[in-house]
């Protein structure tokens, strides 16, 4: 961000959310790097780790500027400007395609054992398929059917019915699995375990959580149903790569 503008906002008496926007609005737009950067998805991630420069920055500011709080805030503010300017370090330098030092530095893998991780494509189809289990037909009549829902979901992964309609199938009976022999006092720490065949146990944890998030959330006036929770955000992300 440049720092004139910065400058341009000192003395102005700015909400959170207004000193969000102009910082985060200030930053580098997708025009700007065409001829640094050919790549479109180059690009995008310039752009999103500007944008979460910016909003540290301007959190970090807008913070400072209240001096009338107890003195473990300085502590937690100075916190907060190292991690600041560790992210805005490594940013800069993963913009240059250059490695990460300080933040964004991943984990030693022989420090550690990693955590089974979910990749992209397959979290989708995790998503959809708890969509469709989050379909009621007498509340979510925009879909006519089941088949209609899956219909869609194969048009959003790119697949077909039919193996969208197997996926549930094993999703189903695996998750039946899963639960009977963690209720029988099973500890399970095995996250590359496949039940059914076909799905680990992080993979079913991940699918457990989001439809329980969605059913235990508070009902609306509207009485907006789960499925109707979650379909907004799905059809969303449906031409994205998440």
Known sequence: MAGN???DLEGQNLTLEERIIKYVSAGPKDSDLEEIYPDAADRNRVVNRSRISALLSAVFDHASEDQTEM???SHELDHFAEIQRSFSHDAERLDNALEAELLL???GREAMQPKKLIQA????????????QLWNPAKDTEFSSQKALM???AAALGSSEGAVKTA???LGSAMQEYRQRSSF???????TERWGGRFSSVELDFCRDLEAFCRELPASPDNISPFALLKPALFGLRDKPL
């Open 151 to 153: 219909k869609e979901a």
């Open 121 to 132: 494509k397959r979290k989708r189809l995790l998503r959809w398929l708890v969509l469709i």
């Open 71 to 73: 003195e473990i805030k």
């Open 185 to 191: 006092g099973r500890t399970i720490t095995d996250p």
């Open 5 to 7: 503008e910065i400058t």
């Open 105 to 107: 530095v991943p984990a």
């Open 168 to 170: 549930l199938s094993q």
